[in-house]
């Protein structure tokens, strides 16, 4: 289970390359308004011991600090990426935050990118939608086609209906990059599964398509990972279609 710090890394992502995180969420908790059965950072239930978001003073100091010491060090960053112990657009300060970092960015690591991964539940806040348009990489998540795939997978708090999400995917105008997990159980990943998800891909046209597969410790135990093989077999005909999919084992 993991519990970051306000800024940390840079580490290396299978997606990003050397990433420096930041996360919005309590440094010993963790929030979310899902509760995926996949999360490397563990159940909603055992995250509650810390509830204290970083202001965006807190996160100008952490990551101005941060990136001055790894310029100082000639150390690589390819993304400043927001992730963290939750979802990181429920920190209220969410676009000021962004406008911060994209400004130190420009001073310290000005080829980095800025990227943002997110289950795209706010993006319909207008707020989190502007903030989200200003990034390099806004990674927005869609792990299921219906909304009864996604209560199994992702078990969302309160309403959550996946045409509406669309219909807020479709204001990027294909500008964004759609993140989904493949795993192999009951209920999800099924041939009618993937046909479903591929039809809303190609309503969206994402310029960037990631499909990925568990890398770490689940919370809910007897959960099956795809093989990339596997995985590029299903996503064949996005391939032969001409979208870019990048495949992550």
């Known amino acids: 289970m993991l519990r970051e710090t306000t800024v940390f ?7 990003l390359g050397s990433s420096l995180g930041i996360n919005l969420l309590p440094q010993q908790g963790k929030i979310c308004n899902f509760d995926c059965v996949y999360c490397e950072c563990g159940w909603n239930k055992d995250g509650r011991g810390d509830t204290k978001l970083p202001s965006a003073a807190d996160v100008r100091l952490a990551l101005q600090t941060k990136l001055e010491e790894c310029a100082s060090a000639g150390i690589p960053i ?5 992730s963290g112990d939750g979802e990181p657009t429920l920190n209220p300060e969410f676009p000021e935050i962004i406008d911060l970092t994209l400004a130190l960015r420009d001073l ?10 997110t289950n795209a539940t706010r993006v319909g806040v207008p707020a989190v939608f502007e903030a989200l ?3 390099d990489n806004a990674i927005l998540k869609l792990d299921a086609p219906t909304d009864a795939q996604a209560a199994l997978v992702n078990r969302p708090a309160g309403e959550y209906h996946v045409a509406d999400v669309v219909e807020s995917l479709k204001r990027f105008e294909g500008n964004f990059v759609l993140q989904t997990m493949f795993l192999k159980g009951p209920g999800w990943a099924t041939e009618d599964w993937v046909k479903e ?6 309503v969206l046209r994402p310029r960037e398509v990631m499909v990925y597969t568990i890398d770490r410790e689940t919370p809910m135990a007897g959960l099956k990972k795809y093989t990339v093989e596997e995985m590029r077999a299903l996503v064949q005909p996005l ?3 001409g979208l870019t999919i990048q495949i992550k084992g």
């Not at 890394?9 to 997606?15: A, D, L, Q, T, V």
């Open 9 to 15: 890394g840079p580490i290396f992502s299978r997606r």
């Open 78 to 82: 390819d993304s400043i990426t927001f």
């Open 108 to 117: 310290y690591y000005p080829l980095a990118k800025v990227s943002v991964l």
């Open 133 to 135: 348009k200003l990034v």
């Open 197 to 202: 998800w591929m039809d809303i891909v190609r």
């Open 239 to 241: 391939i032969d279609e």
